[in-house]
């Protein structure tokens, strides 16, 4: 936060009158960071290596801007430098938005945001993910523009009603919308990300959403599971279990800088219609993983990640475009970076002395 002192040198002392005059200007920033991840992946198929996929590469190059502009408002921003886009600016921002909290527990935003769906695979970032993840996760729109209000009805519970682009607006245009009701829950050692939603698709058509995430806590940051069940349904179509993702994650940390994960992913549309633009009529895909995440700066543990991963998957997928295959291989080691930019500054300025080890 800035301060000024108007009418007084900075040589002579500051008397009462003159300090009723200091008046703070800002934005103040609050979060200023950088981050990055790079590494080697292969993918194979039936024994074929995939040349086109298979190499070094840098996968993210992430900003992020957060900013206190007035009581209770705020802004945030995050931009994906290394997205290249045919369409605009925004397709390569994740997200950029007002927030305004006129107490502790409401919450208003407007502007590109996360689209409110549950689940923890589709929460998680998109730099923490390592090529194992769902056919849904692998294709879902989730950074659109709208607006969201948040409440929170206990210390424990927040719901979120958000209107904003449907997820399908590549497909659709920028005149169709979604709703979405989501509840955030923390009860003991059960965690919860659940929403309902409906997304404008095709032809004026809605695509419905139960997305159920749940996280059960076995030993407090040692041992955990996310288990998340995704069903989408359209007009025409029965509800439940036709078209639909399970996903399952379990991690265990043996130390604290070690993170084990082994992970199963299933997709599944058996609804003979062509609504479901994700996971298309006729795919059922299998897909197994596991790997570890390695941070060696014990006190500083968000700043340098190892990691690698394996994945296998099985099945059918009818979408021409889609990501997961059968009989595909893939492997991906690497680093991921993550610089505080304040924190860093202060610490030049300090001359603070730390220990990483």
């Known amino acids: 936060m800035c301060a000024t002192t108007m009418g007084v040198h900075a040589e002579e002392p500051v008397s009462p009158e003159a300090r009723k005059m200091v008046q703070y200007v800002g934005p103040e920033v609050t979060k200023l960071n950088v981050e990055g991840r790079f590494g080697w992946q292969m993918f194979r198929m039936d024994g074929v290596m995939d040349d086109a ?48 909290a006129p107490n502790k527990d409401w919450l208003i935003s407007a502007g590109k945001q996360v689209v409110a769906i549950g689940g923890y695979e589709y ?78 698709c095709t032809e004026g058509r809605w695509m419905n959403y139960i997305a159920l995430g749940n996280k059960f806590n076995f030993i407090p940051q040692r041992m955990w599971m996310e288990l998340d069940f995704v069903n989408r349904a359209s007009t025409q179509q029965t509800f ?8 399952a994650e379990m991690s265990g940390k043996p130390h604290s800088t070690v993170r084990l994960f082994g992970k199963y992913t299933y997709d599944v549309n058996n609804t003979g219609t062509d609504a479901d633009l994700y996971v298309m009529s006729g795919t059922e895909m299998h897909g197994v993983s596991g790997g570890i995440e390695y941070e060696p700066f014990k006190k500083l543990p968000e700043v340098l990640r190892l990691f690698g991963s394996c994945g296998y998957s099985w099945g059918v997928n009818s979408n021409p475009n889609g990501v997961m295959q059968d009989g595909q291989i893939r492997l991906n080691v690497g680093a991921k970076i993550h610089l505080d930019l304040l924190k860093g500054l202060r610490w030049a300025i300090n001359k603070d002395k730390i220990s990483l080890w």
């Open 123 to 200: 929460d998680r970032a998109p730099i923490d993910m390592y090529n194992s993840n769902s056919e849904y996760w692998n294709h879902i729109g989730c950074y659109q523009l709208g607006a969201s209000v948040a409440y929170n009805f206990s210390k424990d519970d927040r719901l979120t009603f958000q209107l904003c682009n449907t997820p399908f607006r590549a497909q659709t245009g920028n005149n169709s919308y979604g709703l979405s009701l989501m509840w955030n829950g923390s009860h003991g050692m059960w965690e919860t990300i659940w929403s309902v939603n409906a997304f404008q």
């Open 240 to 247: 439940l279990f036709e078209d639909c993702s399970v996903i």
């Open 53 to 100: 996929s298979t190499g070094f590469r840098g996968e993210f190059f992430n900003l992020r801007l957060d900013a206190r502009l007035y009581k209770g408002l705020s802004f945030s921003w995050r931009q994906r430098l290394n997205r290249l886009t045919e369409r605009t600016f925004w397709d390569a921002t994740d997200w950029m938005m007002l927030n305004y």
